[in-house]
């Protein structure tokens, strides 16, 4: 059981109750004061915060405990989660202060004509004379927020600051929540364009299916600065990641093995897609609806697409029919869809990859016994599939060569560099996927996204420290003829 630190703020009836009867009945719940201040004492009552430690399951039951003491008021609750968030996560900082008029004129007006002349003269000038070079925008319309839904642009915002940390924190890209009040597709595309001057690159989440596939599609197309839906690129990365490593495991190969992956929405259409780019040789993606088959006819564009694709089987059936015998399950749909019995039925030294959160498609507990290699998305188990592994790298290198977009090798490579930051003798059934803190992460998906859109000509700009010394040849600027 974990435990939670609260902070409560009581007042307290003078000649009703004392901070004796407070204490009795926060322990009585097994909660623990660890801090009390007073705020206010009065002739009638006085006003204290006290800081709590207790299990989170005991929470309720202390808050209503106390309300239910005579002469006491609980005026607020607030946990450690709640508390992190006053105020909001990020702010502004300026790069140099402003302390004279010389400062200022340098700035601001008069001198900063002069930067934006040079940047109407040389629109590419932004990228060295702007915040462009390193800002991001994180990009949302509240749709599909992870475990909530549709909940709305100002909810989604806590999301979307807390990504904006991470980029920073892990790759030192600057990040800016941006949350849309509208859910028509041509206003979002709209609007991101409009902005997009101003930043280096987009990242779009927490959007709806299928409305995200055309929104990006429709970015990539009609803006030269890279466009990235962390929902279906970030999470596919990641998984493609771990099966490489979960492969080194069980000693199977990419071409040998078959994949059940269930749920076909933005993630799992991307997760697809990327399986066939590594080269899965057999595919079987599964929705609510059954298996779609090699082909078929159906309604949404990337499901025809998949339809379309020959590593795609033919044989129809729900999940619990076309399992049997599949080396891999995928699982981006909801929870309890897989049962032991599925498992039992797959090929040996199964792989289950089980992500939809907070509860997995199948009980953590039910499938480890059962099976070779198991992950989820949570934290509390081994082999946690989370994007924060993805999205810092990818962009950070995005950003340095100034690709254009971020195209499928440079997702491949990322997979492979996340895969190989695990070391041989550390892989194992229970760590096949490094830590998000582990600091190699980004600088080797970093490196690896710049090589290849070096070598897949998307980079406008190469990174010093891809530069070969003068004279010297067959560096990857010569392989990909930018020498």
């Known amino acids: 059981m974990g435990f939670e630190s609260v902070m409560i703020r009581l007042e307290l009836t003078n000649g009703k109750v004392s901070f004796g009867d407070v204490a009795q009945a926060v322990g009585g719940c097994g909660g623990d004061i660890v801090a009390t201040d007073v705020i206010r004492s009065g002739a009638s009552s006085s006003v204290r915060d006290i800081a709590v430690q207790l299990g989170r399951d005991g929470y309720e039951e202390m808050v209503e405990t106390l309300r239910a003491l005579e002469g006491v008021e609980v005026v607020n609750v607030s946990d450690r989660t709640f508390l992190a968030h006053l105020g909001g996560k990020i702010?502004?900082?300026?790069?140099?202060?402003?302390?004279?008029?010389?400062d200022l004129s340098r700035v601001y007006t008069p001198g900063v004509a002069r930067v934006c002349a040079a940047i109407a003269n040389d629109p590419k000038k932004a990228y060295n004379l702007t915040l462009k070079r390193n800002t991001v925008a994180v990009i949302t319309d509240g749709t599909a927020v992870l475990g909530l839904g549709d909940i709305g642009?100002?909810?989604?915002?806590?999301?979307m600051e807390g990504k904006a940390m991470l980029f920073k924190q892990l790759a030192d890209v600057d990040a800016f929540p941006i949350c849309l009040d509208t859910k028509d597709t041509e206003e979002i595309i709209r609007t991101i364009k409009a902005i997009s001057p101003i930043f280096g690159g987009i990242n779009l989440e927490d959007i709806s299916s299928p409305r995200c596939f055309e929104i990006e599609r429709r970015l990539q197309e009609e803006l030269s600065i890279p466009v990235f839906h962390d929902d279906q690129h970030g999470t596919a990365v990641v998984v493609v990641a771990g099966l490489i490593n979960a492969l080194?495991?069980?000693?199977?190969?990419m071409e040998d093995i078959r994949v059940v992956v269930n749920g076909i929405g933005a993630a799992g259409v991307s997760i697809c897609r990327m399986l066939l780019a590594a080269g899965v040789g057999r595919l079987t993606p599964v929705d609510r609806?059954?298996?779609?088959?090699?082909?078929g006819a159906y309604d949404y564009p990337m499901w025809q697409w998949l339809a379309e694709q020959p590593q795609v089987g033919n044989r129809a059936g729900a999940l619990s029919e076309v399992i049997e015998g599949a080396d891999v399950f995928i699982?981006?749909?909801r929870a309890g869809v897989l049962s032991p019995d599925d498992v039992r039925r797959m090929a040996a030294d199964p792989i289950v990859f089980a992500m939809a959160n907070p509860e997995p498609?199948?009980?953590?507990?039910?499938?480890?016994p059962l099976v070779r290699v198991f992950a989820t998305g949570r934290s509390d188990y081994p082999n946690q599939i989370n994007n924060v592994l993805v999205f810092p790298g990818i962009f950070r290198g995005a950003l340095d060569c100034r690709a254009g977009e971020?195209?499928?090798?440079?997702?491949?490579?990322?997979?492979?560099?996340?895969?190989?930051v695990v070391?041989?003798?550390?892989?194992?059934e229970q760590y096949i996927i490094p830590s998000i803190f582990n600091e190699q992460v980004v600088t080797r998906v970093r490196e690896a996204v710049v090589r290849a859109a070096i070598a897949t000509g998307v980079a406008k700009r190469i990174p010093p420290d891809f530069r070969e010394p003068a004279g010297e040849k067959g560096g990857v600027l010569h392989a990909a003829g930018l020498a």
């Open 423 to 428: 070391t041989a003798p550390e892989l194992n």
């Open 153 to 159: 642009p100002a909810a989604a915002a806590p999301v």
């Open 406 to 420: 971020i195209n499928e090798a440079m997702k491949l490579a990322a997979a492979e560099a996340i895969a190989n």
């Open 331 to 333: 699982g981006v749909s």
């Open 289 to 295: 609806d059954g298996a779609i088959v090699r082909g």
């Open 91 to 102: 702010s502004i900082r300026p790069t140099m202060q402003i302390r004279n008029r010389d």
């Open 361 to 368: 498609e199948i009980a953590p507990e039910a499938a480890i």
């Open 248 to 253: 080194k495991v069980t000693g199977k190969r």
